[in-house]
């Protein structure tokens, strides 16, 4: 599977962002899928989730700021992502879920909220 994240960026707290990630190689479609994040020092983390059929969840660190959506015409899984806070700060990537499915990681996008 081929993971490609992009949209990443510097921007003051506050502010938004819009990752997307570009999913091959796989029947996405039919996969739930993930965004994840790593801050530097820290273990990766799931934030958002949303399944094949469209159902969301949410981190509690992230809920009523993030907004996960797919697009299976185009392969495609975006985080939509409000009023950012420094601490949102890390590496982003997507990915399927559950987590034990995961075979590979792409390069992730990086996202810097500066305070």
């Known amino acids: 599977v081929q993971l490609q994240a992009s949209g990443g960026g510097l921007v003051q707290a506050g502010g938004s962002l819009r990752l997307s990630c570009v999913v091959s190689g796989s029947t996405f479609s039919r996969n739930g899928m993930g965004w994840y994040r790593q801050a530097p020092g820290k273990q990766r983390q799931l934030v958002a989730t949303i399944t094949s059929f469209g159902d969301t969840n949410y981190a509690d660190s992230v809920k009523g700021r993030f907004t996960i959506s797919r697009d299976n015409a185009k392969n495609t899984v975006y985080l939509q992502m409000n009023s950012l806070k420094p601490e949102d700060t890390a590496i982003y990537y997507c990915?399927?879920?559950?987590?034990?499915?995961?075979?590979?990681w792409g390069q992730g996008t990086q996202v810097t909220v500066s305070s």
């Open positions: 990915n399927v879920i559950p987590y034990s499915q995961i075979s590979n």
